[in-house]
């Protein structure tokens, strides 16, 4: 039997259809949105990433859309000729999810993945590691390398199916998870994933809320990687016992090189503990502290572990918006003469004023009496 081949016109008719049909399913709501992000910053990024080139429209997008009741943005339907799927600010939810898998199954070249600030929520978490994890068109071709997943109230019940992901899927190097709610069980929960994960080289987990058994158990998950080389973990609350554990990690680990624990309430008894770790570690370069309440105390705990570790590879270490007195500054002094390839950052020397009285606030003498 004879097969008629469709032409090229009827086919581009066929997708318009579909994309008509797929916007009509997500309702007047679709419409005002797409209107609204037309002229957005995202539409902006995206003209500047894939240019004025010829954009083909994905009838397997415009079909999940339709399933999934939601509105068809302008990027799927654009060649993903930088090998980007940037989709941030979007507002998709859990339900966006699904058409994101979709898409993501039906294109394996893709190799970065922006879906910050969209809400997924746990579901949506679930869907992605899912598609991630099992698509074998991912797989085989080693695509997705980065993965922004940033301000999208990802919390402990998102971690499970985060940390199966990161268990079972070891080609993303870059995660970012900032800005979410991941607490202590969701620390708990991340920790023995970490451990196990070697795929991964970058992670980003600021500005979440991992603090006591949480922070501790996460900071046992970097003492036994041995592939991550960035660490993010700034602005949650780690205190002196996910210090001391940060400590103990970087004794056994041989592998990070950035690590940034700012804000994180630390005070001068956390950072002597996370000093032992500096006194032997021989591969981490930058080290950020700052904005913890450490004092001079702390902050000449970890400069000396520093100065006494003749192997330290540490080329920054930042005390930013940490006040020190001269007693430090001096210290400072003295060990860059040792070690001039050392950066450090410092806040402002605590101001210390004279006992004396200024001359405005004198007493005036018996004599000097107005006449």
């Given at each position: ?43 902006q ?45 979007r ?5 966006g ?46 695509t ?53 994960n ?24 970097l ?40 804000n ?29 309440p ?78």
């Amino acid at each position: 039997m004879a097969v008629r081949m469709k032409d090229p016109r009827e086919r581009a008719g066929e997708e318009e259809e579909l994309q008509e049909e797929a916007m009509a399913a997500a309702g007047p709501l679709a419409e005002v949105r797409e209107a609204g992000n037309s002229d957005s910053d995202s539409d902006q990024e995206l003209e500047g990433i894939y240019g004025h080139r010829e954009r083909t429209k994905n009838p397997v997008c415009l079909r999940s859309c339709q399933t999934h009741s939601i509105m068809p943005a302008s990027c799927f339907f654009r060649q993903r000729i930088a090998g980007e799927l940037n989709l941030r600010h979007r507002g998709l939810g859990p339900q966006g999810a699904q058409a994101v898998a979709s898409t993501l199954t039906a294109n394996p070249s893709i190799k970065r993945l922006d879906l910050r600030d969209n809400g997924l929520c746990r579901t949506g978490a679930e869907v992605l590691a899912a598609v991630l994890r099992k698509s074998s068109s991912i797989c085989e071709n080693q695509t997705v390398q980065k993965i922004q997943l940033a301000g999208n109230c990802l919390e402990e019940q998102a971690a499970q199916h985060l940390a199966t992901f990161l268990l079972a899927h070891t080609r993303v190097k870059s995660l970012d998870l900032s800005y979410n709610q991941l607490n202590d069980l969701a620390g708990e929960i991340l920790g023995p994933a970490l451990a196990e994960n070697s795929g991964l080289t970058e992670l980003n987990i600021s500005w979440n809320h991992l603090r006591g058994s949480g922070a501790t158990a996460f900071a046992k998950g970097l003492e036994a990687n041995i592939f991550l080389k960035v660490l993010d973990i700034s602005y949650n609350g780690f205190g002196d016992s996910g210090a001391s554990a940060v400590g103990e990690a970087l004794k056994a680990n041989n592998v990070l090189e950035e690590l940034n624990l700012s804000n994180n309430r630390i005070s001068a008894v956390g950072a002597l503990r996370l000093g032992l770790g500096l006194r032997v570690n021989q591969t981490l370069r930058i080290l950020v502290v700052s904005r913890n309440p450490m004092k001079s105390e702390g902050c000449f705990g970890l400069l000396k572990s520093v100065r006494d570790n003749q192997a330290s590879a540490l080329e920054l270490l930042d005390f930013s918006d940490i006040q020190v007195n001269k007693e430090f500054d001096d210290f400072a002094s003295s060990v860059k003469a040792i070690l001039p390839g050392l950066c450090l950052k410092t806040g402002i020397p605590r101001p210390e004023y004279k006992k004396e009285l200024l001359t405005v606030f004198k007493p005036l003498s018996p004599t000097s009496t107005t006449k």
